[in-house]
């Protein structure tokens, strides 16, 4: 009953604050709509209402080229951790498309630690279908369920059961592309606008990401050799990270979450959010980190410098996209600190389970 009541808590005064918050600042979610650190070109409010606009107009709404679409806390303070992040709360206000992303990943991972295979790949279908790519997530959310199916009577083999729960993936896919065709009428029209989007990165707008600059910097005969080797480059992650934690799927998805906080093409804060939220359940790792004070410096250096030098930039005209870009590597780089310095501490963690008479040996040296 204390549980159900701190859940009560914890979800009434996110709710709440939520509420407050658009009540007394009734200007603060419109302005947040149109800040490149929330608001990006696959999921801007603005752009939404633009679609729907021009849909209910009887025009396609991709004419326009802007609609595309071991110690642990216990459940209730990782809700509380995530809740009310600010960055979380921004994502809110601005009216992000990316909290159904969010949605679909939490509601992912919580099935698949809950042994709901089914709803997990459901859920990663829905996430993949908003965003494209939650797909990434696939390979260690499916051994993350099969971790518990093994540990019950007459385990399935590894190998059929990853061969089923694609199809099942790919099913669900193909019902909401099905449905979307339906609505739309046009579905070539719609992957193209909505998957090739993410893919090509057509739209340079300015964002919390290393791809805009680059791209705008590239030459065009460059483009799509260097946009492949930016795909890879997000895609190998995938296969290095399950390799070496496959005993720890649960810990596999929250790096990557942390990697496409970085090096996705269209990062915001919301998908630096996701990865913060998920750092409690290793709230084990913490003593064994070491870059924990520079990590926070620079995320917290950026995210107040940000905007001064967005705004530097395009309203005072005093100063180019270099001020903003600079203090997006920060960004970047803080992000990275943490997440390298994360997956140092599960490696060491890993090894003093490992070799317990070792670690003791190095105690008495110190």
């Known amino acids: 009953m204390a549980i159900d009541r701190r859940k009560v808590v914890v979800f009434g005064a996110a709710f709440v604050l939520r509420l407050l918050l658009t009540c007394l600042f009734p200007s603060l979610p419109d302005l947040l709509t149109g800040r490149v650190e929330v608001s990006t070109p696959v999921n801007s409010f603005k752009r939404l209402q633009e679609g729907l606009f021009l849909y209910i107009g009887n025009v396609s709404p991709y004419d326009g080229g802007v609609f595309h679409q071991h110690v642990r806390w216990d459940g209730v303070s990782v809700a509380a951790w995530f809740l009310f992040n600010p960055f979380t709360i921004a994502t809110c206000l601005a009216r992000s498309t990316s909290v159904f992303t969010t949605s679909g990943i939490l509601f992912a991972v919580s099935n698949a630690v809950g042994g709901n295979s089914i709803n997990a790949m459901l859920a990663l279908g829905f996430a993949f279908y908003l965003s494209l790519y939650p797909a990434l997530l696939f390979i260690p959310l499916v051994l993350l369920c099969y971790d518990l199916r093994a540990q019950g009577p007459n385990p399935p083999k590894i190998a059929i059961y990853v061969v089923q729960h694609g199809g099942l993936l ?71 990270l ?6 720890q799927p649960l810990f596999v ?26 750092l409690p359940l290793y709230r084990h790792l913490f003593p064994l980190m070491r870059y924990t004070f520079f990590a926070i410096s620079a995320i917290l250096y950026s995210s107040l410098l940000g905007p001064a030098f967005y705004h530097l930039w395009i309203y005072a005209g005093s100063g180019n996209a270099n001020f903003f870009y600079a203090i997006t590597l920060v ?31 190095e105690v008495r040296q110190v």
């Open 170 to 240: 790919l099913a669900s896919i193909a019902g909401l592309l099905g449905l979307s065709y339906l609505i739309t009428g046009n579905f070539w029209e719609f992957i193209s606008a909505t998957y090739g989007f993410h893919l090509l990165v057509p739209d340079l707008t300015p964002n919390v990401g290393l791809w805009w600059y680059f791209f705008i910097e590239m030459f065009d005969s460059f483009r799509e050799f260097f946009i492949g080797v930016f795909w890879l480059h997000l895609a190998s992650y995938v296969g290095g």
């Open 331 to 361: 960004w970047s780089l803080g992000l990275s600190i943490l997440l390298a310095d994360t997956v140092f501490a599960a490696l060491r963690d890993e090894w003093e389970q490992e070799n317990p008479e070792k670690q003791g040996a």
């Open 242 to 247: 399950t390799a070496r934690f496959q005993r």
């Open 253 to 278: 998805i929250a790096s990557l979450l942390g990697v496409f906080a970085i090096f996705k093409p269209y990062p915001s804060i919301s998908d630096a959010s996701l990865f913060f939220a998920m």
